[in-house]
């Protein structure tokens, strides 16, 4: 099981730490990522971390402004999200990595509900 917690409403240029509490599966073993969806828009890959080495990848619309980060010890996956953009509004769900390019979304199986963030002034 994944939940995703976190999100909410922040200003343009604001800040969010979103959280994905893992149960049910050896969360060290496995890569994870993080996944948005904006209304009426198709899923986005965002961000991934690979388990053997803790490796980061980013898609080009985050990188430089969101950190993906894990704790192995609290089975939780996080995502640091700075400098926020209203093209940052979306659902976010963190998802395990299941095997192909660590960017296509396909890559990735089980996933939570998410949780909503909101970019506006």
């Known amino acids: 099981q994944l939940q995703a917690s976190g999100g909410g409403l922040v200003q343009p240029g604001g800040s969010l730490r979103l959280s994905c509490a893992a149960s049910?599966?050896?969360?060290?073993?496995?890569?994870l990522g993080w996944v948005r969806q904006a209304p009426g828009k198709e899923i986005e890959w965002v961000s991934a971390i690979k388990a053997a080495d803790g490796t980061t990848y980013y898609a080009d619309s985050v990188k430089g402004r969101f950190t993906i980060s894990r704790d192995n010890a609290k089975n939780t996956l996080y995502l640091q999200m700075s400098g926020l953009k209203p093209s940052d509004m979306a659902r976010y769900y963190c998802?395990?990595?299941?095997?192909?390019?660590?960017?296509?979304?396909?890559?990735?199986?089980?996933r939570g509900q998410g949780t909503l963030v909101t970019v506006s002034s």
């Open positions: 998802t395990t990595y299941d095997w192909g390019p660590y960017h296509d979304v396909d890559s990735y199986n089980r």
């Open positions: 049910g599966f050896a969360f060290s073993r496995f890569s």
